[in-house]
Structures are given as C-alpha cells and as structure tokens.
C-alpha cells in the first residue's frame, strides 16, 4: 500500500505538470467549433456514409497531434524552425522531379512518398511562420532592411514554387503567414500603406477594364488561365452560369435561401439536391448557411473570433519574442482561413480551393490546424510555467 501511493503520486505530479497552464478556453472554443463541423458534416455529406467517420478520424488526429505539441517547450519548437523550413523547399523542389513529382487536374503539387503521396507545400504552412518568427528571434527584434530583406527572400521562395504548382489558394497562406511575422516583427507602416493603396488602385482598375480584359483571347501574362476565369468569373459570374460560374452561383444561392434563421438541420434543399458542388469541402459554409441561416452564420462568427482573438491574446502575453510572434502569425493565419473560404463562398474572393478550419472536410488542412493550434498551446502552457 504505501509503495503505491507515492507512485500515484508521481503520476498526478505528471499529469499536473503536463496540463498545467493548458489554455481551457481556446480548447473550449475548438471543440465547440469541430462539434458544429462534425454537425453539418453529418448532414452535408449524410449520402456519402464515409465523409462523418473520416472527418471525426481527422479531428481526432488532428487533436493528437495538437496535445502532443502543446508538450513541446517553445525553445524546442525554435530549434526545429530551420530543419522543416528546408526539408520544406526541398520537398518543393522535388515535386518538380519527373518520377518523384505527380499530378492531378493540371497540378504538380503532390510527391510520391512509395507507400502514399503527400503535398510539401502543407508542411510551409507552419514552417514558414516558425522560420521567420525564429530570424526575428534571433536577430533580436532588429528591424533594418537587412534583416527584412532577408526576411522576404525566405518567403518569396516557397511562394514562387508553390505559385509554379500551380497553387493559388496555398501560395496565399504561405505567403500571409509570412508577412503577418513581418508585421508583428515592426515593419513600418511607411511600407504597408503604399501597397495596399496599390492594391486598392489595382483592384478598381480590375474592376473598371473587367470586361475588356475578361474577352476571350486576352493574356494576363501573370496567371494562368485558370487563375483568370476566376478572377473573371468573380467580376461577373452570370458570364457563365453553367460553366465556371456555377460554383459561385450555386453557393450565393444557397447563403441566400437560408434566410434568417435557415432551412433547418438535414433539410437545405440546395445541399441535398447536390445543386452544391464540394459541398462537404471547400463549399460547406453554403451548406451551413442553407440550413441555419443568417442566425446560424453570426453564430459561427462569433466562434471564430473568439478563437483568433484567444490566440492574439495568448501571443501578446508569451514570454519571449519568439513565442509573440509565431502565436500572432498563428492566429492570424487562422482568421485568414475563414475570412478567404467564407468570402469565396459568398462571392466576394475568387474561389481559391481554401477549407473552412475544423469544419471542411480534409485531413491534410486538419493536420495543418491542429499543429498550429498545438504550437499556441506550448505557448500558453510556457507562459504559466514561466510565471509560476
């Protein structure tokens, strides 16, 4: 009897030192957020009897995965920062390779493993922040052109061979994830505002010639053609209803009938109807927004936020600049992921292929997040053990 006790003991002093500091409110928000996936999951994809099991197998690895790194100190998590960032582009690298490097729909982005294939340009997702918030970290917070220089130079290159992919959508992350550590790290304002008064006069410009530069025949030089029927396709998608315009037609279309307080659960007709394409993926908000309406969509808001501004909060109080950085990047990435598929879905984004987090279906994307979510966690868990 008296051997057993302490070695109870040693194993609650285990479990306190392991849970101790882990952030209760962020994981209370997760699992509300995967339990609304996991309900419209249910009802989006009830004809398809595999979609349910394997997006619950996908959060429950994704889960997983997210405990087991919210072990990791953030010190650890630095030192990894240079290994994926180069296992990363060389990865990319050798999607490129004939052999090595398969594609699908027109796409190079997969590479054959032997047993699986995988897509590296997942992996830049968190090793591009953790790369660039451990530069900062290490040049400690110094904010000369230098260091932003070669800040930019680490960014630009897995961009432009996930651009040559080609994948947009991916190209995107990688690079917000970038420049929001660019960001936190004090890039001046003298240099942000001039772009995004470019950006604004570039997007009324698109805007303005829209239907000269959309005519058959017109090279953009810079994108693809796929690139540009989406980009035409969002300028004025009744162009072609049927055709590339059908997703985003079918999506407004199904955000519009569900009106205030929506169809009701297993009942949009749009969904059911398979009038929705990739209606468990890349379009399952218009599936939510069929079936729980205008009420149901603030709802899902309103969890979002509370989940990026649980991240921002945790970054804004980590102990060092490493930590402050990687988290803001992280829960910023975060908001992007939303804010991109729920304006695509709504017509306000061109359509990028980008999942709703925790709720369209994918493990790959549930892998992504549930690192990331696990990284802010070691944050939160560093915090209290280092106040303590």
């Not at 101790?20 to 699992?31: K, R, V």
């Not at 997969?110 to 995988?118: D, E, M, P, Q, R």
């Not at 006069?201 to 829209?210: D, Q, Y």
């Not at 992921?337 to 984004?349: D, E, K, P, Q, W």
Request: proline content about 5%.
């Amino acid at each position: 009897m008296s051997s057993a006790l302490p070695s109870n003991r040693h194993w609650a002093d285990r479990l306190r030192h392991t849970l101790i500091g882990f952030d209760f409110w962020l994981m209370l928000a997760l699992i509300v957020l995967c339990t609304v996936g996991l309900t419209i999951m249910y009802s989006a994809g009830y004809d398809n009897g595999e979609r349910f099991g394997q997006q619950s197998r996908n959060m429950v690895l994704g889960a997983i995965l997210m405990l087991a790194i919210a072990q990791v100190p953030p010190a650890r998590l630095m030192q990894c920062a240079l290994p994926l960032y180069a296992l990363g582009v060389l990865l990319l690298l050798l999607v490129m390779v004939p052999g090595l490097g398969i594609s699908r729909k027109g796409a190079l982005r997969w590479l054959n493993v032997g047993f699986t294939s995988i897509q590296p340009s997942e992996l830049l997702k968190i090793a591009m922040p953790l790369m660039l918030a451990f530069w900062f970290h290490k040049r400690e917070g110094a904010k000369t052109l230098f260091d932003y220089g070669i800040a930019s130079a680490l960014l630009l290159v897995p961009v432009a061979l996930v651009l040559k992919q080609p994948d947009l959508g991916t190209a995107l992350l990688i690079l917000a994830s970038g420049l929001y550590v660019m960001f936190f790290a004090g890039l001046s304002w003298k240099l942000i505002i001039p772009v995004i008064l470019l950006a604004g006069v570039g997007i009324t410009a698109l805007i303005l010639a829209g239907d000269d530069i959309c005519k058959p025949g017109v090279d953009w030089v810079v994108l693809h053609d796929y690139q540009k029927n989406r980009v035409c396709t969002l300028l004025d998608p009744n162009n072609d209803p049927l055709g590339r315009g059908f997703h985003t037609l079918q999506g407004m279309i199904a955000i519009g009938s569900g009106g205030l307080h929506g169809k009701g659960f297993m009942q949009g007709t749009q969904t059911h109807l398979h009038f929705i394409p990739e209606r468990t993926s890349d379009f399952i908000f218009a599936a939510f927004s069929e079936e729980f309406g205008f009420t149901g969509v603030m709802v899902l808001l309103v969890i979002y936020l509370c989940i990026v501004a649980r991240c921002l909060y945790i970054a804004a109080v980590a102990p060092t600049l490493f930590s402050r950085l990687l988290g803001g990047a992280l829960g910023l990435v975060f908001f992007t992921y939303a804010f991109v598929n729920m304006g695509m879905v709504s017509g306000i984004l061109p359509v990028v292929g980008v999942p709703l987090p925790m709720v369209s279906y994918g493990g790959t994307a549930m892998v992504t997040l549930g690192m990331g979510m696990g990284m802010l966690m070691s944050i939160s868990t560093s915090r209290r053990r280092f106040d303590s």
